[in-house]
């Protein structure tokens, strides 16, 4: 085992490396520049020249990208567009986008596999029908349009407003309405963030629960007269749910990815938010760390899937 966890972080290292070389070879070399959109047209030459020094940007750009990397780690990087520390700005955010993807996997995990049961269960019927549609709905339908409309049909229903954190008054508030407001705030941008997740995730789980019921020793528990939630519950689900913890690994890339579009139409204070006005105001050291951050946490989602596959399946070791 501490051999394979040794193995698996030396991989994850050279995974990280090389996906921090890419993105910053991608963004440096995308049209436009911090120079160009923080200064006026008719400036003068001299003024361009003196500012592309201070950023580093007369630089090749592997020194560039050694620059950064040196000032990331001793915590020495300062963002293009306000001048205050990258760390600073993002440390400010990332709890309240964690937050958001947190209640998202909750929503995900604690309505997807539950339905893909049933489904199964139910399988050919009008339900089961009704599901598959709804789910196909699910995945097709655009996250940021389906946001604009809830947007609006939730203030003229309720007259109350969604977007941010909490609402621009809360003086008058009693501690227990500051927290309704709080939650009111994050159900939506969560649910939306959730229903491409719980749309895939239930298909997996149906589909992999139709494979399992079919074998032979769930026919000869069914026979043995077991009920049937024991049956479905107890032995076929734990078979189920090694095609489903792959998954884990790939939902969270998928939710902080959509984290950006949510908390850019919900205006929340997010690092997605913040990676968004980053990438519109050409701000290097801010884009790059946010996506480093975001890779980490990709890898570390793939790390916990593999963990759980010897939880899941106990015949899976690891040496």
């Not at 049961?117 to 139910?122: M, N």
């Not at 790939?250 to 990815?257: A, D, R, Y």
């Not at 990438?279 to 946490?297: F, G």
Request: overall charge positive; aromatic content about 12%.
């Amino acid at each position: 085992m501490a051999r394979y966890l040794l193995r698996r972080l030396f991989y994850t290292f050279i995974t990280l490396v090389g996906i921090s070389v890419i993105s910053w070879v991608i963004i440096t070399q995308a049209p436009g520049s911090p120079i160009a959109i923080t200064l006026d047209p008719k400036v003068s030459p001299k003024i361009v020249e003196q500012m592309e020094k201070n950023y580093d940007l007369d630089k090749p750009i592997y020194q560039q990208y050694f620059l950064w990397l040196k000032r990331l780690f001793t915590g020495n990087l300062y963002s293009f567009k306000d001048g205050r520390p990258v760390l600073d700005k993002i440390g400010e955010r990332i709890w309240n986008t964690l937050l958001l993807n947190f209640v998202s996997i909750l929503i995900i995990f604690s309505l997807a596999i539950p339905l893909g049961i049933f489904s199964a269960r139910k399988q050919y019927t009008f339900l089961d029908n009704l599901g598959t549609f709804g789910a196909y709905l699910g995945i097709s339908i655009p996250s940021f349009w389906l946001a604009y409309l809830l947007i609006l049909g939730t203030v003229k229903l309720f007259g109350y407003p969604v977007l941010g954190m909490r609402s621009f008054v809360t003086e008058d508030l009693t501690s227990l309405e500051i927290v309704m407001d709080r939650l009111w705030h994050l159900m939506l941008p969560s649910i939306i963030l959730a229903i491409g997740g719980i749309a895939a995730l239930s298909r997996y789980t149906r589909s992999s629960m139709l494979e399992v019921i079919r074998q032979d020793y769930v026919r000869t528990a069914k026979a043995k007269g077991l009920p049937e939630e024991t049956v479905y519950y107890k032995h076929a689900l734990r078979n189920a749910l090694l095609p489903i913890v792959t998954l884990f690994g790939f939902l969270i890339p998928g939710l902080i990815g959509g984290s950006i579009i949510m908390e850019t139409v919900f205006a929340w204070p997010g690092i997605g938010r913040l990676a968004y006005q980053a990438v519109l105001a050409r701000d290097y050291p801010v884009v790059m760390t946010i996506n480093t951050i975001s890779a980490v946490l990709v890898l570390i989602g793939n790390f916990i899937a593999d963990m759980l596959y010897a939880i899941v399946d106990p015949r899976i070791r690891y040496g």
